[in-house]
């Protein structure tokens, strides 16, 4: 009864948060309750849900329009440009909605915007709300409805009004975070975490016992924890020990699960960083890499890890902010070049081969190095032209 209570009381439930009560309120085998809040009290969790909030929100997002000849031209002026690069709304800046944004789709599966129109039916603003006050349902003439709770009072809106991050749906309609996923998991970390919490939470640790042959009185018993306990406090530990009346210390010897304990502790942080799909790199455990590896696994925090993302999130807003008549000539993509961003030396090298070939001019080259075009630098060279009249000449 009060389970259908604690489900029925509030005036909006998302269908996570219901699937998490009837499940225990989300108790673990390990009796620790996993949800996205007490997850991110595990290092890992947090350094992945913040590395790749922030690696996303870092990316500058550009509207293209494509010709009939499938040429593209950036729409500087468009109105998703200053949304997702300036100011989304009044009071939040692109980098802090993009984050807030991706969080709420790491840690719970889903996240959501609220879309603002003009008089005139444009896109206007942007509004991010909280998982909780939204209620997602698939309706019977296959759109997907809405339910908004503010202050208490619901609200409908429709799917043009909603800008729907998911991840790791099997519908369709609603996502599954990594932490519901792999629920078990985090609460084994979890509690190992609590383990070692109480493992080292007194000064005296239970490395050893005190041992007699004589039965204690209760006032010699109250003395005896009295004086342990004045041991234990900062400043007074492994100071040595004074015992009286027959009291003998007898050293034990840790536990094969505590001994156990820190590697099992490693063994965790790979762990969450399969959950997330990231190397263990980003989530500053170096333990198994070098310098010389770090290049490589740039790559793959693109390619694996953040590639997901950006075409979900791409998509989404192609389809949500861009009138549907317009779709098929309008792209919108992230720009990730910053992110494959080489050494100086490697740089210069691309540059000249660049040049050399006539793909590029000097002028789009400084432009790249944030330098100032210089006289005639807007000329492609065609050394590759000569080159190629050359070899025919040699051939002939």
């Given at each position: 009864?009060?389970?259908?209570?604690?489900?029925?009381?509030?005036?909006?439930?998302?269908?996570?948060?219901?699937?998490?009560?009837?499940?225990?309120?989300?108790?673990?085998?390990?009796?620790?309750?996993?949800?996205?809040?007490?997850a991110q009290g595990l290092p890992a969790v947090y350094c992945a849900v913040n590395t790749i909030a922030d690696a996303v929100s870092n990316l500058p997002?550009?509207?293209?329009?494509?010709?009939?000849?499938?040429?593209?031209?950036?729409?500087?002026?468009?109105?998703?440009?200053?949304?997702?690069?300036?100011?989304?709304?009044?009071?939040?800046?692109?980098?802090?909605?993009?984050?807030?944004?991706?969080?709420?789709?790491?840690?719970?599966?889903?996240?959501?915007?609220?879309?603002?129109?003009?008089?005139?039916?444009?896109?206007?603003?942007?509004?991010?709300?909280?998982?909780?006050?939204?209620?997602?349902?698939?309706?019977?003439?296959?759109?997907?409805?809405?339910?908004?709770?503010?202050?208490?009072?619901?609200?409908?809106?429709?799917?043009?009004?909603?800008?729907?991050?998911?991840?790791?749906?099997?519908?369709?309609?609603?996502?599954?975070?990594?932490?519901?996923?792999?629920?078990?998991?985090?609460?084994?970390?979890?509690?190992?975490q609590e383990h070692g919490s109480d493992f080292f939470a007194n000064g005296i640790r239970p490395f050893g016992a005190l041992k007699t042959d004589k039965?204690?009185?209760?006032?010699?018993?109250?003395?005896?924890?009295?004086?342990?306990?004045?041991?234990?406090?900062?400043?007074?530990?492994?100071?040595?020990?004074?015992?009286?009346?027959?009291?003998?210390?007898?050293?034990?010897?840790?536990?094969?699960?505590?001994?156990?304990?820190?590697?099992?502790?490693?063994?965790?942080?790979?762990?969450?960083?399969?959950?997330?799909?990231?190397?263990?790199?980003?989530?500053?455990?170096?333990?198994?890499?070098?310098?010389?590896?770090?290049?490589?696994?740039?790559?793959?925090?693109?390619?694996?890890?953040?590639?997901?993302?950006?075409?979900?999130?791409?998509?989404?807003?192609?389809?949500?902010?861009?009138?549907?008549?317009?779709?098929?000539?309008?792209?919108?993509?992230?720009?990730?070049?910053?992110?494959?961003?080489?050494?100086?030396?490697?740089?210069?090298?691309?540059?000249?081969?660049?040049?050399?070939?006539?793909?590029?001019?000097?002028?789009?080259?400084?432009?790249?190095?944030?330098?100032?075009?210089?006289?005639?630098?807007?000329?492609?060279?065609?050394?590759?032209?000569?080159?190629?009249?050359?070899?025919?000449?040699?051939?002939?």
């Amino acid at each position: 009864m009060n389970l259908l209570k604690k489900i029925f009381t509030r005036s909006a439930q998302s269908p996570e948060e219901i699937m998490s009560l009837l499940a225990g309120d989300r108790q673990t085998r390990t009796n620790v309750l996993v949800n996205s809040d007490t997850a991110q009290g595990l290092p890992a969790v947090y350094c992945a849900v913040n590395t790749i909030a922030d690696a996303v929100s870092n990316l500058p997002i550009h509207v293209y329009k494509r010709d009939t000849e499938g040429e593209k031209e950036r729409q500087r002026t468009h109105v998703v440009e200053r949304l997702m690069n300036i100011s989304p709304n009044g009071y939040q800046t692109a980098f802090d909605f993009k984050v807030a944004l991706l969080r709420s789709v790491l840690l719970t599966g889903n996240g959501y915007a609220e879309i603002i129109y003009d008089n005139a039916g444009r896109v206007q603003k942007l509004i991010p709300l909280h998982p909780n006050e939204v209620n997602v349902k698939k309706l019977t003439n296959h759109r997907i409805g809405y339910q908004v709770t503010d202050n208490g009072k619901p609200r409908p809106l429709q799917q043009e009004e909603i800008l729907h991050i998911r991840v790791n749906s099997d519908d369709g309609v609603i996502g599954k975070s990594p932490i519901t996923v792999c629920r078990e998991a985090l609460g084994l970390e979890l509690a190992a975490q609590e383990h070692g919490s109480d493992f080292f939470a007194n000064g005296i640790r239970p490395f050893g016992a005190l041992k007699t042959d004589k039965a204690l009185k209760s006032e010699q018993f109250k003395n005896l924890q009295e004086g342990l306990e004045a041991f234990a406090k900062p400043g007074k530990r492994f100071r040595p020990l004074i015992l009286e009346g027959g009291l003998e210390w007898a050293p034990i010897q840790i536990s094969n699960e505590d001994a156990e304990w820190i590697e099992s502790r490693k063994f965790g942080v790979a762990d969450i960083a399969r959950m997330f799909k990231i190397s263990p790199i980003f989530i500053m455990d170096y333990s198994n890499s070098t310098y010389s590896n770090f290049s490589e696994a740039s790559k793959a925090f693109l390619q694996q890890t953040l590639k997901p993302w950006l075409t979900n999130i791409e998509l989404a807003l192609l389809m949500k902010l861009i009138p549907e008549r317009n779709q098929s000539m309008v792209t919108i993509e992230f720009e990730t070049k910053d992110m494959l961003r080489t050494t100086a030396k490697e740089r210069f090298e691309i540059y000249d081969i660049a040049i050399r070939n006539g793909l590029m001019n000097p002028d789009e080259c400084r432009r790249a190095e944030n330098m100032a075009p210089r006289e005639g630098g807007n000329e492609y060279s065609q050394s590759w032209l000569q080159q190629s009249k050359a070899a025919e000449s040699a051939e002939n």
